[in-house]
């Protein structure tokens, strides 16, 4: 990187060259950033207004609204959607906003005109307080950019109706990446107890009880998440129990009461945050499984995740297969998955693979 580099400011539009001087593309440059270019198109000429960006929004809702009957989804998937650095989820006439680069910080204003003139929301909330801003240099800040939001929202998924905290919640307020698990459990869940551990705000629970489960627990150390679920369960019309308890340690006090459910979920909160955690944050999953299969009943169904995108899907699965060991249960996979359709996989970005799920009966 010579001296000019260095000296533009982080998140500039800037030309991709090759070291024989053919021009590659076009993309947002960060001279203090591990990644250094964030590619926006393979024209070098392409020009980057507020044209260019409702031509890439328009594209993703044409294709959430063929994947999707109802406006609750994640438009906008960062690179896998062409817009790198760009969430964007969608909860009716209520938008939140991302973004987690230095070129999607200065084009906000370009990007929020064109989220008007695409979708002309009622709500647009900005919630940039995801870590990875840090690493673009870049402050925290959470804030409503039009118009007001004094409650959490309603959304639907799956023909359910959930409430997503979208000023206090976890990451954007709703995990809709998970929505085809939910399903995958739901189905399975019918006259069965379920525990749905990390419940946040009972994804998977209320879509179990309306399955038709016996009796459905659900689990997380967040008062106000438990406060979500139960919440939702009104709206659906259905009972769940809610239990605040750190999870481990729940896992372990139903092992000892010698508890089993015929279905238990287990998708927590990444434990690989850095490349730096991955040997401790691989042992948590291998721990994780453990408990959670001694708490399955023969013949009964165990769903564990992993949202840490530095621990690949091999890796994962060996994790799961020695918690399992450990824990004296066989069984076989049924289902092995990731994220949603509206959480695309970019081709030549692995990392955007980051969600895996494994859906096992265990005997």
Known sequence: MDAAAKELVPGSLATVVDAGGERLGVGHFNPHSLIALRLLSTDPDAVVDQAFIVHRLRRCLALRDRLF?????????????GLPGLIIDRYGEVVVVQANTAGMELMLPMILDAIDEVLAPATVVLKND????????????DRI???????PVELEENGARFLADLAGGQKTGWFFDQRDNRQAVAALAVGRSVA????????????????????VVAVDRSEASLALADRAAALNDVTIETVRAEVFAEMERLAAARRQF??????PPAF???????????KGYRKMTRLAAALVEPGGFLLVASCSHHLDAPAFAEEVRHGLSVAGRGGRILRSAGAAADHPVHPFLPESAYLKALLLQLD
């Open 69 to 81: 009957g109802r406006p609750f989804y994640r438009l906008v998937h960062a690179e896998a959607d």
């Open 262 to 267: 015929g279905v238990v979920i287990a998708d």
């Open 272 to 282: 690989v945050k850095s490349r730096k955690d991955l040997a401790a944050g691989a």
């Open 145 to 151: 950019a039009k118009g007001e939001l004094s409650e």
């Open 130 to 141: 995801s870590a990875v801003r840090k690493l673009e240099g870049l402050d925290f800040y």
């Open 196 to 215: 749905d551990f990390y419940t946040y705000a009972g994804g998977f629970a209320i879509l179990a009880a309306r399955a038709g489960a016996a009796q």
